[in-house]
């Protein structure tokens, strides 16, 4: 038994201690990045610049909880318009490691933003975002949040929520934001 709990935690420990090697790495940001959304619009980090705070959520097709929050993400991103925040999405499963996109999952995101009524852009994550900040996803989904910089703001939050609770998030992240 204390060889299952020693091994359990020293599993912890080393987890741990890779996820803050991958943040000394990476930086306290996105860092570059050049892809496209589900739609095929090419996005860069300049994205970012365009508000104060953004909040990238990360979902996968296959991710129950994800699409349910999808709608009320949805309505928040329009409700965000001018207040100096903005939501953007990265669908986890439309690309490999490597950043080929897998069409099959690409056309099911399509289908999945439609049906929800999801307008904010939808990345298909390339090489840098899938070999950086996305290899600390442990459960879908997982949001970050990001200033005009793409530095990271505050540690990141797993699981759905509603549209009331990531209103009260987005509001404590922007206080932090601020400059």
Known sequence: MKQKCFAALLSVFMLLGLASCA??????????????????????????????LTMINVW???????????????????????????????VHDTADE??????????????????????????????????GLLQEITAFPTTWFVDSKGSLVGEPVVGAHSKEEWESVIQERLAEAAP
């Not at 996105?30 to 104060?52: L, P």
């Not at 069409?103 to 852009?121: H, S």
């Open 23 to 52: 943040q000394e790495a990476g930086g306290s940001g996105i860092g570059d990045f050049k892809t496209v959304t589900v739609t095929g619009e090419e996005i860069d980090q300049s994205i970012f610049s365009d508000a104060e």
């Open 60 to 90: 996968a097709t296959w991710c129950g909880p994800c699409i349910r929050e999808l709608p009320d993400l949805g309505v928040l991103s329009d409700e965000l318009a001018g207040t100096g925040a903005q939501i953007i999405g990265i």
């Open 98 to 131: 490597n950043g080929s996109v897998d069409e099959t999952a690409r056309g099911v995101a399509e289908i999945i933003l439609e049906r929800t009524g999801v307008a904010y852009p939808c990345l298909i994550p390339d090489s840098h975002l899938a070999g």
